[in-house]
């Protein structure tokens, strides 16, 4: 076909682009596409028994410091206000008429102020806690992450399948723990993998001698042959 | 024969993951121990302010006064101020005195000073005065010393308090954590063992131990795999005990050499869950 060898000839015009035409192909073969995960705040409570337990722990505690320590605080400022509210009232007492509208306002002020005080004190202690728990969550995230994914990498062995796994999303904890599964797993597989090929080797072999026409070696060849695609498919 | 085995824990082997169990540890001592100092310092910023304003207060409190000895008061309203005294006008100024003054009796002027004239400028309750505004002054140094002392005393309640709680929180954040990187540990264990293809039975979690429902999925795992490897056993003898009987040994190398390969893995799997 001419029309076509024309048209292989002189291929339309293509913009080239970052020194790259449109269907290059690149000399190395891309690197197996892995699977990302991305973080989700729905789903940053994978154990909540485990994660809240320590999240709980470290709040409770920076509370009661908080707490006793503005405490401590207020009792100081209290104190100090109060004095100040006895020496004037002492001053009142004396000369009346110059002191009584400057103690009635000293004190509106100071009273103001150990409230104000205080408020500070309650918002700066619920601001924290708001920072320590999120901060908290996602510092749990990291182990709980890594066991939840464990977790179902065992469910699946439960059930028989030892499918191909991945690493672990960085900046996660337990990465050694991880490592250690990853090499357990990967042996089994492995070894899974070996066996079913000898399995597949000796059906073969059986099949090319002829010597499973019939009777239980015919039957148990069939079985293995089953066997085989079956744990093919968990392997998978 | 109980089929649990008991394990005890130690305070020697308390830290088995220490990279997990570390960071979490000292992450709780660290946010305690910042906010020790931080609040710990606000709490000694007012209490400083709180006693200057009480020192100040003390410092305040008039004490009663005690006359001063050298002025004459007006308590006995019978003293008179003095005049300088006045030589007459025809007397000669005196002369410096020399070894021959002595000889010349004849200018010679006496004065006479009568204790009583001393005695009278002092009122008469000034012993109980002094001792009235001294008791009062060292009654305010006491409570000044008092109030920095008790500056002070926050200062070390704080700091101890500081300290204790750390020491105790690195204890308790050690203790906690074991209880995650010990089931941890043992699962470890346990993969290792699988690794080498030993399928040795799993034993339960020690009491007190976190991580009870992960360590069940793992036991799940391990019986799964268990499963796995004894389909496979369970098809390998049957299949090999018909080829023996059906006297395929000899038929062809290949079958030969894959029948001896399986008899290999069947060994090897028996093994393997004993």
Redesign the interface.
């Known amino acids: 076909m001419p029309e076509n060898n024309d048209k292989d000839e002189l291929p339309s015009a293509t913009v080239v682009k970052d020194g790259k035409v449109p269907g290059d192909v690149p000399r190395t073969p891309p690197p197996p596409a892995k699977r990302a995960y991305k973080r989700r705040w729905s789903n940053y409570l994978l154990d909540k028994k485990l994660q809240l337990r320590y999240v709980l722990l470290v709040t409770i505690l920076s509370a009661l410091i908080s707490g006793s320590l503005g405490y401590l605080v207020y009792q100081q400022e209290h104190r100090a206000s109060d004095d100040i509210a006895a020496s004037l009232a002492e001053q009142v007492k004396s000369d009346p008429a110059t002191y009584g509208d400057l103690q009635k306002e000293a004190v509106a002020d100071m009273k103001a102020r150990d409230e104000a005080l205080v408020l500070k004190m309650i918002g700066t202690g619920l601001g924290l806690a708001v920072i320590l728990v999120l901060y908290l969550v996602v510092m749990t995230h990291k182990v709980a992450g890594p066991l939840y994914k464990v977790s179902n990498h065992f469910d699946q062995m439960a059930a028989g399948k030892l499918p191909k796994i991945w690493g672990l999303r960085k900046g996660d904890m337990l990465q050694d723990f991880f490592a250690s599964f990853k090499e357990m797993y990967d042996a089994n597989r492995a070894r899974m993998t070996d066996d079913v090929a000898a399995m597949e080797k000796l059906v073969a072999a059986c099949k090319a001698a002829g010597v499973a026409k019939s009777g239980d070696l015919s039957e148990e060849l069939e079985a293995l042959e089953a066997h085989v695609a079956a744990r093919k498919q968990a392997l998978s | 024969m109980s089929n649990e085995r008991t394990y005890k824990r130690s305070w020697k082997n308390l830290l088995i993951?220490k990279?997990?169990q570390l960071?979490?540890t000292l992450?709780?001592v660290g946010?305690?121990a910042l906010?020790?100092a931080a609040?710990?310092w606000?709490?000694m910023q007012?209490?400083n302010?709180?006693t200057n304003?009480?020192i100040g207060?003390v410092r305040?409190e008039p004490c009663p006064k005690v006359p001063d000895i050298s002025e004459p008061t007006d308590a006995g309203g019978d003293t008179k101020p003095t005049t300088p005294m006045k030589l007459p006008p025809d007397d000669p100024p005196p002369a410096p005195p020399s070894d021959t003054d002595d000889q010349d009796l004849g200018h010679h002027r006496n004065v006479t000073v009568t204790l009583s004239s001393i005695t009278e400028v002092l009122p008469p309750d000034y012993a109980a005065l002094a001792a009235g505004h001294w008791t009062c002054v060292i009654d305010h140094s006491g409570k000044i010393e008092e109030l920095q002392q008790g500056k002070m005393r926050?200062f070390y309640v704080?700091l101890a308090t500081g300290t204790l709680?750390a020491i105790a929180?690195a204890f308790y954040g050690i203790k906690?954590t074991h209880k995650?990187a010990g089931p941890?540990y043992k699962?470890?264990l346990y993969?290792?063992k699988?690794?080498?293809?030993r399928f040795d039975k799993v034993w339960p979690l020690r009491k007190g131990d976190?991580?009870v429902?992960?360590y069940d999925?793992?036991r799940?795992?391990?019986?799964?795999?268990v499963?796995?490897e004894k389909?496979?056993v369970e098809?390998?003898r049957?299949?090999i005990d018909?080829?023996e009987?059906?006297g395929?040994a000899g038929?062809?190398p290949?079958?030969d050499?894959?029948?001896a390969?399986?008899k290999t893995?069947l060994a090897r799997k028996e093994k393997s869950l004993a």
């Open positions: 993951n990279r997990y960071r979490f992450f709780m946010v305690s906010l020790m609040l710990g606000w709490v007012t209490a302010e709180a304003v009480a207060q305040g926050i704080l709680l929180l906690t995650v941890l699962i470890t993969f290792n699988m690794r080498d293809g976190q991580l429902a992960f999925h793992f799940h795992a391990h019986e799964g795999v499963g796995m389909a496979d098809r390998l049957a299949l018909a080829a009987a059906a395929v038929s062809s290949e079958v050499a894959a029948l390969d399986l893995i």
